[in-house]
């Protein structure tokens, strides 16, 4: 049957691999390369950084952006980008708001982006062309919701809003007048305060995205169940659960150009989901042996950021119990936190007798690559994990993940001893409580199920390389929901249940 092209609009602060911090910046570039695949017209707005070297076209040389009654003259250009149609903001700002080296990490950072949202609806404006979906991408661009729905009813024709939390750690917190120096009145920021009484001033910007989008969007199904609940709402979870008829989970996918283990230029040989067993662990033997020598024992690592919600302890307790059972640990990460990232470096010295353990504190590309392939387990113990990108790299190239259940960990896991799951499902091990006994029994497992069932690890391996980790399943999901209109709340509820299920049968 005939449909018209949707106009989807996304706006947010990062798009890979020109300006990406993290998972946001893949969620972005994944989800709008395949909407544009499918035949919708695209468009995805972003700043105009100091740091991009593209051959930007320009698309409008002046318009205007009010900010504490002063006219601020802005420019937008326009480049294609990865097979998609991308508009970026150049601001003359006094402040220089965009013209710096990074992405984040400013105290003006909500400044520059309250700005950069209100300049965005100026820009629609002007554009004047209806949209179906306007897609905001956590809070940097949350005050458009407010703006769109508030201020500008009457001269922007959206068609829907809708918010996507990445993680809702990062919510953006600034005060009143930052948000009145754009012409928002007083009594609309009142309603975003988080009654947090230890800062009770102070205005969330995601809570403006939650309260006036039409649907919002978490990146797996149980993150989106999770934050509702104190133990993982950071203080939003009240609010979201007034709002939960309108909130829904969808698992993101993989770049499966970036992530293939057949064609990656990293790997010494290459394999994939229909070669043999044979072939594949030889493979893997090939890949250790670029790191170390290989041995029989197993590979056991992670490759992360070390930093509180990854689970630092886990990982360190995780390492102990493998050296214990005289297997092999690597981690690839580092650490923003400097008392996290000297800790690893004192651990690194403790272990540098020992040739089972390597501990390479630094981002390296190419040898996550190699390590994604070498590694007979991957752990990630996080604490909390919105989606989680490691554990469904590992599954494509070959590597049994070991989990914590949460988030999209818990969604894409499943325990080969939890006889709950179907078998052909069963792709790993996973543990609930974030406990170092738990993460030690789970290691035992591990090494039991390898060194005494070598047939039933090599089933764990095949069910998750045969697993379909791309952007074709979630892109059509978002495409259902682009679909579903305001007053179809209920039907949205029915969907979101129907997405679970599908999500679920089909590993
Ligand atoms: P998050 O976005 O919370 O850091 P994800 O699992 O969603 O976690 O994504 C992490 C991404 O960063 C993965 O692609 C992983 O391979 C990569 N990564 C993390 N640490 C390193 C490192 N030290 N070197 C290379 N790549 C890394």
């Excluded at 057949?262 to 790997?267: A, S």
């Excluded at 199920?449 to 979630?474: E, V, Y």
């Excluded at 709340?489 to 299920?501: A, E, I, K």
Aim: net charge neutral; proline share 5%.
């Amino acid at each position: 049957m005939y449909r018209f092209k949707m106009h989807i609009v996304h706006v947010a602060a990062e798009f890979a691999p020109i300006c990406k911090v993290g998972g946001l910046g893949d969620v972005v570039t994944g989800l709008s390369r395949e909407l544009t695949l499918l035949g919708e017209k695209v468009e995805i707005i972003l700043p105009k950084y100091n740091f991009l070297k593209l051959n930007f076209q320009k698309e409008i040389p002046h318009f205007h952006v009010k900010e504490k009654n002063e006219l601020i003259d802005n420019a937008m250009w326009k480049q294609e980008v990865e097979g998609c149609n991308l508009h970026f903001l150049e601001t003359h700002h006094p402040h220089q708001y965009f013209n710096r080296d990074k992405i984040y990490g400013y105290d003006d950072d909500t400044p520059r982006f309250i700005y950069f949202s209100k300049a965005v609806v100026e820009y629609l404006k002007l554009k004047n062309e209806p949209i179906d979906v306007l897609h905001l991408h956590d809070w940097h661009v949350s005050t458009i919701a407010l703006l769109v729905k508030e201020i500008e009813q009457n001269k922007l024709s959206v068609k829907k809003i809708v918010l996507s939390i990445h993680n809702i750690e990062h919510q953006g917190k600034c005060a009143s007048h930052d948000l009145t120096a754009i012409e928002i009145p007083h009594d609309l920021t009142e309603p975003l305060k988080k009654d947090d009484p230890s800062f009770p001033e102070t205005v969330n910007l995601l809570k403006a995205g939650i309260i006036y989008s039409d649907t919002i969007v978490t990146v797996s199904p149980t993150y989106a169940k999770e934050i509702l609940t104190s133990q993982y709402g950071f203080g939003l979870e009240k609010v979201l659960q007034k709002y939960k008829s309108k909130l829904l989970g969808i698992l993101n996918g993989l770049d499966d150009k970036l992530w293939n283990p057949e064609t990656d230029p990293f790997l010494k040989q290459h394999f994939s989901a229909s070669d043999s067993m044979k072939k594949v662990l030889s493979s893997k033997q090939k890949a250790k042996k670029t790191i170390s020598t290989s041995s029989k024992a197993p590979w056991v690592g992670t490759i992360s950021r070390l930093v509180p919600q990854k689970g630092p302890e886990l990982i360190e307790e995780a390492l102990r119990k493998t050296v214990e059972m005289d297997g092999v640990f690597v981690i690839l990460g580092s650490s923003p936190i400097p008392e996290i990232q000297k800790h690893f470096e004192y651990l690194k010295q403790s272990y540098k007798d020992n040739p089972n353990v390597h501990i390479i504190l630094e981002y390296n590309e190419e040898l996550s690559h190699t390590l994604f392939a070498a590694l007979d387990f991957l752990v990630v113990p996080s604490h909390f994990e919105p989606c989680g990108l490691t554990q469904m790299i590992a599954m494509r190239f070959g590597t049994v993940p070991i989990v914590r259940a949460t988030g999209g960990l818990k969604d894409t896991v499943f325990d080969c001893e939890n006889f709950s799951n179907p078998a052909q499902i069963r792709n790993g091990f996973s543990f609930q409580k974030a406990t170092k006994k738990e993460m030690a029994h789970t290691i035992e497992r591990a090494f039991h199920l390898f060194k005494n069932d070598p047939i039933a690890f090599q089933s764990l391996i095949k069910h998750g390389m045969n697993t379909d980790f791309s952007w074709k399943r979630p892109a059509r999901e978002y495409l259902r929901i682009y679909q579903i209109t305001d007053k179809q709340s209920l039907l949205d509820r029915f969907h979101y249940l129907r997405t679970r299920r599908e999500i679920s049968s089909q590993f």
